[in-house]
Structures are given as C-alpha cells and as structure tokens.
C-alpha cells in the first residue's frame, strides 16, 4: 500500500519556539494531505487540509496563524507550530488520500513544549 | 453534519474469543465507512472500508464489518482474536462526493487477556 512518513518522530522543545513537522508521501502524488491532532485516549480531530497550490483549509477553532501549514509540492506538505506553549503537546498525524476517499496515514509526531 | 459514535471505550475480551466493536453513523445519505487499528504511539491502519455493494467487507488480520443502513451502524466483528490484537480501534465516515475529509468516531480500546 501506499506510504505517507513523517518528521521527526518526536520532539522536544521549548516554550516560545517554533517546530516544523514533515509529511510526505513516499510512492504517490497527493495533491491533498490532512493534519490531524490527537490528545492523549482521545480521538483524531481534524485540523487542517493542505492543499498543494493554494492555502490550507482550517477547522473551526483552529489558529492559522499558529499552525502554519505550508504544501510546497506533490509529495510534502508541513505542518509549523509558531511560539509553542505546554498546551500544544500533543500527537501530530497527517494523512493523505490515494483517491477514492481512501486514506493512508503517517505514522505520527509527538510534540512535547516544555 | 456528520457524526460517528462509538459507544464502548474500553472493551476486554479473553484470547480466542469473539469480539465485536460498535460503531453508529449519522449522515443524511450513504456514506464511506472506515475502520482503523492505532497501536500505541502509531499511525492509523486501515482494517477495511465499504463504498458501496456488499454490505459485509472482509478486511486485513480476519477482521470483518457488516453495513447495516437500517441501524446505521458498521460493526467490526472478529470470530478469534489473538493477543496481537490489543489496540485502539477507530471507526471513520467520509462523505460520498464531499471533500474527503473523515470525521473519525471516539476510538475503542481493546485489551486481550491471556
């Protein structure tokens, strides 16, 4: 099946600064790619569609300007969070569609502000 | 807007049982269906999916799901489950012709004891 990796794995960083996190797709095109957050026992929220071309398309609630996101070419879209703060610690996920509404997704990033 | 419900969030069984996780949709016409198997720390895998047809889909690691339109539910049901099953379980609804988005149901946690 289709692979969707991410970068880096996990990071550690300090409150105030900003961290950048890669997802690629590895053996196809995605013209779309997902950003989803999952807190701890708790389910995948939706919070952005990177679009290759074009801005990406926030949730409600969502900051974009505190998530940037950013999908520079058919297989790379990223995903920044600005200023971090304790707060955004969370599990990262992106995924991609292959077509046909099926979806292949990263194996994550955790984040952890300090 | 749609929604997925999964009512059991912790859900024991022995090694070798039978097991069936709940999942309840609510969208206005027939939608993509979706179960994904997270292991700690991972990405999300696709156990299997109904677009359409066959109301029972069989899926990867003997898993199956039955597409009840009239219960609006898409139950997983597995006949034996080993020990290696022991996850977290999400049940997924895309929205035929929409944007591809899956708005992703609350997860059940599955723990196999011995």
């Known amino acids: 099946g289709a692979v969707v990796s991410q970068h880096p794995s996990w990071v550690i960083c300090k409150s105030g600064t900003s961290v950048k996190i890669e997802c690629r797709s590895l053996?196809?095109?995605?013209?779309?790619m997902f950003w989803y957050r999952q807190f701890p026992k708790q389910s995948l929220m939706l919070m952005a569609t990177s679009n290759e071309g074009s801005k990406a398309t926030y949730e409600q609630g969502v900051e974009k300007d505190k998530f940037l996101i950013n999908h520079a070419s058919l297989t790379l879209s990223t995903l920044t969070v600005t200023s971090a703060h304790p707060e955004d610690s969370s599990f990262y996920i992106c995924?991609?569609?292959?077509?046909?509404?099926?979806?292949?997704f990263g194996p994550g990033t955790r984040l952890t502000v300090l | 807007a749609q929604s997925v419900t999964q009512p059991d969030i912790h859900i024991t069984v022995s090694e070798g049982a039978s097991l069936e996780l709940r999942c309840n949709y609510s969208y206005g016409a027939t939608p993509y269906l979706f179960w994904y198997v997270q292991s700690p720390g991972q990405g999300l895998q696709l156990l299997l999916k109904?677009?359409?047809?066959?109301?029972l889909v069989q899926g990867i690691k003997g898993f199956e799901a039955e597409f009840k339109r009239s219960q609006s539910s898409f139950n997983l049901r597995k006949p034996s489950v080993h020990w290696s099953d022991a996850a977290e379980y999400f049940c997924a609804v895309g929205e035929k012709g929409g944007s591809e988005k899956l708005v992703f149901g609350k997860g059940t946690k599955l723990t196999v004891n011995p």
């Open positions: 053996d196809f095109q995605a013209t779309t």
């Open positions: 109904y677009f359409s047809g066959d109301t």
């Open positions: 995924s991609a569609p292959t077509g046909t509404y099926e979806q292949f």
